[in-house]
Each structure stands twice: as C-alpha cells, then as structure tokens.
C-alpha cells in the first residue's frame, strides 16, 4: 500500500491534474491551461477549494468543493468530480478526499450538497449518506467526416459567437436555463459569474460557437469549448417561445461543422436523461453514448 497525502491544489497541479482526468473522465475537456487558472483565480464569490492526493511526487486524485452561487436555493453546495487513479483505490485515497471536501463545505455553512459519481461508485457514495437523483448522459461524435454546414432558412442568421455582444448572450443563456432539467435551478447566475463561466474561458471557442438570431432576435446558441483536437458542446439552448423549430440542431450543427473545420476532431457532450429533445438532436447528428454519472444528494448536519 503507497503511502499518499492530501494536500490543497496548486496552480502547478494543472498538468497532473489533467493527465488524471483525462484517465478516468475520457471524455470531459478542459485543459492545461483552464485548469491552471480555475485552480489560481476561481470563479469569485464561490469559496472554491480543491485538493489533491498525491503519491510520491504524482497526482493520484482530486476534488473541488463550492457554494453554489447560481442557483436561488440557500445554503447549497457542490462537491465536484471526486475522482481517484484506478492503480490507488481502495486504500482509503478517495475518503481522505471526500473528508476535506466536506469539511470545507461545513465551514461555509453548506447544508445541502450534491456530487456525481459514476455508476461502479454509487456504492461509495451511498455509504457516505449520499442518495443517487439524475442520470446523466456523457455522449461523443468523430468529426470525421466533419458533420456539413447546414443551411439557414429565411429570415435566419447563423452567426459566431465573436459578432455577439455578450450582455445579449447571457441574456439568452439566463432564459433558456430557467427550465433545464436538474436538482436545482440555475436561476441566480449572475453577469459576473457568466463572464467566468463563459465569455472569459480560456477553452471557450467563439470562431466555432454559433447563436442563431430571428428577424435580429437572439434565440438560439451552442457553445463550444475546446483543448486541441477535442471539444465540448458546453451549452446548447433555445428561447422557450422559439422551441420546436429545429433552432437548436441547427446552431449545434453549425458549431460542430465549425469546429472541425478549425481542427477538432471529436465532440463530446452531456446531457440529463430526462432531457428529450437534446438527446433526440444528438441522436440525429450521430452521437454515441460512452459514460453515465449520476447526481447524488446528501444533507450536511
């Protein structure tokens, strides 16, 4: 049994950080260089923290903890991608994690959290007070053939999201999450908290991401962030009053056509499984699924 200690994360992490990840979450994309800065300057307000486990002078795993600041629900938390390298499980290295994300939580006042876990993990998470809510759908799509460019119908503009002007984006983005399916609403997410999440990411692609406007109007996006040759459909939506027009397979479409023509080569995207219509134009654009996660909620005391 390796000895390992736990320790907070540094900006210095980020290459090990990743190399982990890319391990266990194939299929999630965020790179180097987004990671190194997420763990320096995290989103403000949010009391982020995040630790490591480590084995000699290697990264074997790794949480984050936060309030979450984007939804209305009080005293909520967050305790993101607890994940553990396959050769070191079992000797106690994910409980070790698990214990100092918790704690940091508690010290925030945290009453109410959630975190995801794999299906092989709901075991550990069910010992630890954790109850499984949402399936989640991890989906991806070889960009090879690139998928073709669709064709706007009249009256339809498919722009890149470097023409937008952000205050418009995020007017879009806070109307059509009101509705997306989840245990909690993301229904306070601030301007401030937007330009983190979104406009100021380093992995955010704006030549491939594309909003679609209607006779001027902005109604429908698909955001593509990105790490080389690999992509993730971070967001795709369309104001609830212009649904059922194909508005949202025509704007993940075009992104997807974008984006392989800039050199990406395969896509990759989530999406709840009570999420029907996203799930139907994935289908359609041939996507495949390759992982499930599932929430799980536990209450602090």
């Given at each position: 049994m390796a000895d390992f200690r736990i320790r907070t994360a540094t900006p210095d992490d980020a290459p090990g950080v990743v190399a982990l990840r890319t391990l266990v979450h194939p299929y999630l994309v965020r790179g180097v260089a987004s990671t190194r800065l997420m763990i320096a300057e995290p989103p403000p307000g949010e009391e982020w923290a995040a630790f490591v486990a480590e084995v000699g002078d290697r990264v074997v795993g790794w949480v984050s903890a936060y309030r979450n600041?984007?939804?209305?629900?009080?005293?909520?938390?967050?305790?993101?991608?607890?994940?553990?390298d396959p050769e070191q499980r079992r000797q106690g290295v994910g409980e070790a994690l698990l214990g100092e994300a918790l704690g940091h939580l508690r010290h925030l006042g945290v009453r109410r959290v959630r975190t995801w876990a794999q299906p092989e993990a709901l075991p550990f998470a069910r010992r630890h007070g954790f109850t499984p809510s949402r399936e989640l759908r991890y989906s991806a799509l070889d960009l090879r053939p690139a998928p073709p460019m669709p064709t706007a119908p009249p009256g339809v503009r498919l722009l890149p999201l470097g023409e937008v002007d952000p205050h418009r984006m995020y007017r879009a983005e806070i109307a059509t999450a009101a509705d997306e399916p989840g245990d909690v609403a993301s229904d306070a997410i601030s301007y401030e908290v937007w330009q983190y999440d979104v406009w100021q990411n380093l992995g955010l692609d704006k030549a491939a991401s594309t909003a679609v406007e209607v006779d001027g109007e902005l109604v429908a996006f698909s955001v593509v962030k990105r790490d080389g040759d690999r992509m993730w459909s971070d967001y795709t939506g369309t104001l609830p009053e212009h649904r059922g027009r194909g508005l949202a397979q025509l704007a993940k479409q075009a992104a997807l056509h974008r984006a392989a023509a800039g050199g990406v080569r395969m896509a990759y995207t989530s999406n709840d499984e009570a999420n029907a219509p996203m799930l139907a134009i994935n289908a359609r654009l041939g996507y495949r699924p390759v992982a499930a996660q599932w929430s799980c909620l536990a209450d602090l005391t």
């Open positions: 600041i984007r939804t209305s629900e009080a005293d909520f938390g967050e305790l993101s991608l607890l994940h553990v």
